[in-house]
Nanobody, 119 residues
Framework: QVQLVESGGGLVQPGGSLRLSCAAS????????MGWYRQAPGKQRELVGT???????NYADSVKGRFTISRDNAKNTVFLQMNSLKPEDPAVYYC?????????????WGQGTQVTVSS
């Protein structure tokens, strides 16, 4: 069983920064890819960005240049550095990870962490 635990959400002013963390139970080398999604009230969950096991990174156009995904393999943790936060960024941010096929290929979600942008 895989557990993903997000942390780091909170309230920040427009233009501010937050750093989200996603700690996985066990080695993140088991994962084909890990990523961040977000869901605002009344909207569908949307991709923020992903990082593959080979460290290939993909971002949604809406966050390119402002958000950065990184990973710390030793800590089994993936991060989302969010800079220049805008009023349209508030949402519950979810960590997501898919196991490699040799481990079953299942996809897992964290419980989410709330990000609020307000002056």
């Amino acid at each position: 069983q895989v557990q993903l635990v997000e942390s780091g959400g909170g309230l920040v002013q427009p233009g501010g920064s937050l750093r989200l963390s996603c700690a996985a139970s066990g080695s993140i080398f088991r994962f084909r890819d890990m990523g961040w999604y977000r869901q605002a009230p009344g909207k569908q969950r949307e991709l923020v960005g992903t990082i593959t096991s080979g460290s290939s990174i993909n971002y949604a156009d809406s966050v390119k240049g402002r958000f950065t995904i990184s990973r710390d393999n030793a800590k089994n943790t993936v991060f989302l550095q969010m800079n220049s936060l805008k009023p349209e960024d508030p949402a519950v941010y979810y960590c997501n990870a898919q196991l490699r096929a040799i481990y079953g290929g299942s996809r897992y979600w964290g419980q989410g962490t709330q990000v609020t942008v307000s002056s």
